[in-house]
């Protein structure tokens, strides 16, 4: 029998009905649900396919954000305390640990008596709206994260990032990382694994759409392949396709781990190829090249069906759909995005009535009015027809999404957005030197991207602005320019980010670094995966004062908004941020004063045996020098490298003291009896962040 969703030319022969369980995993943004095992799951029921979802992201955030779990930490934390001073002398990582223990001491007295109440505070109606009230919940969760990465020190964790120190290096290290004494998720991964097992499914399938996400995908898998020898394993997402396309094959069946494959590019006709292949008795390995759809009218809207969907961390549902897929114009130098080897992929769209009619169908069944289209760039052209349509049917919801600062946005077209429900746009400006937009081919004037951005807002919508400097060759004066854009711009952008350029692997500048500037390009030896991608301009462009300024005019600018980390309100394109839009206006985040986000309490008081700002202060300064020596000079990182340069510290002795520890503050020593001359320990003594200085930026990558 042929699959109704068989591609035009191409036979695909259906198999019996399987149950398949589709996974996403941490760490992402726990308040919503994404796309990808919603629109993995309608596309395979529509199959005759019986799935099983699992949102572990959620599920992972809610065992680690609870009250036991965070206690049980806390103990963990000072019982590492213990170990660590049981010693004579410290070397470079134990002061590292000493140092992060005990700036996560008062982390551990508050935030598992906080947490419960900060978790309903998202999920309330009435409390979530509450500046205080949300800024307390905000800060206790940060609180929380804190507690974590420090007790599994040296591990950084948040809802963006998973990070430690020679992370997705080579497999074995991903394998280090997934032992369950290094792993915060391993007892969530544990019940997970049980929970499939259980279902009987034999086909389970892992989506990764974030750099994040890729060790604790693994980690999963290897407790999967525990408690399931004979499951079959896959795994797909933009980030895991960017990263196996570009590995040889020989480095490829090393880096798949516990999977038995990966799928890169689109997942659909891959799934039910697999599918067919396992009633065949077969079990297909290494790298699957999914068939793009290329008729988005084949594809059902999103299933969410089975989705724990009153237990994401926000008081009511916004959901995602795709309009689109890929990028309309596709020429950005910069840019390496989602399912493609290089650049974005080819852009599609699906008919505008199934567009409405999925809509509509998704409103009545979930009651949602907020909907995020997640797509590489929404056109105007596509906005306009659904905006008329949302109008034409009497449909009451509002959209957000991400587009480009087109001069078609006239006036008359913004106002047509709004009335069909616009509430929200993500404007990819990045820079206001029109020599580097050249660079970047963006195709649009600055003049231009200024006055699009005051038609929008003048509608009625809210403006975000996504911006970057240092593209390679960019001036101090260039950057400057884009800073004094936003800053002209300030009463009509309800929010802005200006992060700092990355070279991808994907993007036109990787492929032909010689044209923008790019003296060279590596790698680091010992990189198996090649996460990493350095590169050095044949002429500085900026010194590094001018560099300092430009960050100091950054921090200064950012000061003009209510600005937070994502995911939360105040962040670009997030459900809090769209839901505090709906409910306050475009202007919230300019209008309402910056609350303090760290918790109140009684400072806890340690007595240590080790001095823990020479600690702190020691060790930041060598592993920054470290990790320059590794990535610039040496261009190899082993743990051996990594062990010979830390070998270098100087010994840290005992000296005793009690320090007063605050959330969020560096922990201050305490007056006590004089021993002799010391050096000073006052409370505003510098501090150098763990890993070396980073560049403050109006809010985290997103």
């Known amino acids: 029998m042929r699959s109704p969703g068989a591609a035009a030319g191409k036979l695909w022969y259906a198999a019996p ?55 049980r930490l806390g103990t963990r934390l000072d019982e590492r305390r213990q170990e660590i001073e049981r010693q004579p002398e410290l070397g470079h990582t134990d002061q590292l640990a000493y140092a992060a223990v005990l700036n996560a001491a008062a982390d551990a007295r508050y935030a598992p008596g906080a947490i419960e109440d900060a978790l309903a505070t998202f999920r309330d109606p ?34 963006v990032a998973y990070r430690t120190p020679f992370s997705l290096m080579n497999a074995d290290e991903i394998a280090r990382d997934a032992a369950p004494e290094r792993d915060p998720f391993h007892a969530a991964f544990d019940a997970i694994a049980e929970r499939v097992r259980q279902s009987g499914a034999p086909l389970v399938g892992l989506s990764v759409a974030f750099p994040g996400q890729i060790q604790p995908a693994f980690s999963l898998a290897y ?8 499951v079959y394993l896959t795994v797909g997402g933009p980030a895991l396709t960017q990263m196996l396309l570009r590995l040889p094959p020989e480095s490829l069946e090393r880096a798949l781990g516990p999977f038995d494959s990966a799928v890169a590019y689109e997942g659909e006709y891959a799934l039910l190829d697999l599918i067919a292949a396992l009633e065949r008795g077969e079990r297909p390995r290494g790298l699957i090249r999914g068939r793009t759809v290329e008729d988005m009218s084949q594809l059902p809207g999103p299933d969410f069906t089975g989705l724990p969907l009153e237990r994401y961390l926000a008081p009511e549902l916004v959901l995602p759909y795709d309009p689109t897929r890929g990028c309309y114009w596709g020429v950005c130098t910069f840019c390496h995005y989602g399912l493609a080897k290089v650049g974005t992929a080819r852009h599609r769209e699906r008919p505008i009535e ?13 009651g949602t009015r907020i909907f995020y289209f ?44 709004v009335r069909g429900g616009a509430l929200s746009a993500a ?62 711009l300030t009463p009509h952008l309800s929010l802005f980010i200006l992060g700092r350029f990355d070279l991808t692997h994907g993007s036109l500048v990787a492929q032909k670094p010689g044209d923008f500037g790019i003296k060279e390009v590596w790698h680091i030896e010992g990189d198996e995966l090649q996460t990493g991608l350095f590169f050095q301009e044949r002429q500085e462009a900026k010194s590094e004062r001018q560099r300092a300024q430009v960050e100091g005019l950054v921090s200064e600018l950012s000061a003009r908004w209510s600005l937070r980390r994502y995911p939360w309100a105040g962040a670009l394109s997030t459900a ?93 020593r305490m007056p006590g009896p004089a021993q002799g001359r010391r050096q000073s320990h006052a409370a505003n003594a510098a501090r150098s962040q763990r890993g070396g200085p980073r560049r403050r930026r109006a809010q985290a990558q997103r």
Request: net charge negative.
């Open 17 to 71: 009905a399987m149950k398949v369980a589709l996974i996403y995993p941490p760490t992402c943004d726990p308040t919503a649900p994404y796309l990808a095992l919603p629109t993995l799951s309608g596309w395979l029921r529509a199959h005759g396919h019986e799935v099983l979802p699992i949102d572990a992201n959620l599920e992972g955030w809610e065992y680690l954000l609870s009250k036991a779990e965070l206690t």
């Open 576 to 668: 809090h941020t769209m839901l505090w839009y709906a409910r306050f206006g475009k202007g919230v985040f300019r209008e309402l004063g910056r609350v303090e986000q760290r918790p109140s309490g009684a400072p806890v008081l340690v007595q240590t045996r080790f001095d823990v700002q020479r600690a702190e202060e020691q060790s930041n300064a060598l592993e920054a020098e470290i990790w320059a020596e590794l990535v610039q000079n040496r261009r190899r990182v082993t743990r051996q490298d990594y062990a010979e340069l830390a070998a270098s510290a100087e010994p840290l002795r005992a000296a005793p003291g009690l320090w007063s520890c605050r959330i969020g503050s560096a922990p201050e």
């Open 354 to 366: 199934q567009v409405l009619d999925q809509l509509t169908a998704l409103q009545q069944r979930h």
């Open 427 to 488: 404007l990819g400006v990045e820079s206001a030197s029109p020599r580097v937009l050249s660079l970047i081919d963006k195709g649009i004037r600055v003049e231009d991207m200024r006055q699009v951005i005051e038609n929008l807002s003048e509608a009625g919508m809210a403006v975000e602005a996504m911006c970057f400097s240092d593209f390679p060759t960019e001036s101090y004066r260039e950057a400057l320019a884009t800073i004094e854009l936003v800053r002209g």
């Open 223 to 230: 407790a999967l392949r525990r408690a399931l020898p004979g």
């Open 374 to 417: 997640s797509q590489d760039a929404f056109a105007p052209r596509i906005a306009g027809q659904i905006a008329r349509g949302i109008v034409e049917r009497g449909l009451e919801l509002r959209w957000g999404t991400d587009m480009r600062p087109e001069r078609s946005l006239s006036p008359e077209r913004c106002a047509e957005l």
């Open 126 to 159: 009435v409390r979530f709206y509450d500046q205080a009230r949300y800024a307390a919940a905000v800060a206790t969760v940060e609180s929380a994260q804190r507690l974590i990465s420090a007790a599994y020190t040296p591990l950084g964790l948040d809802f």
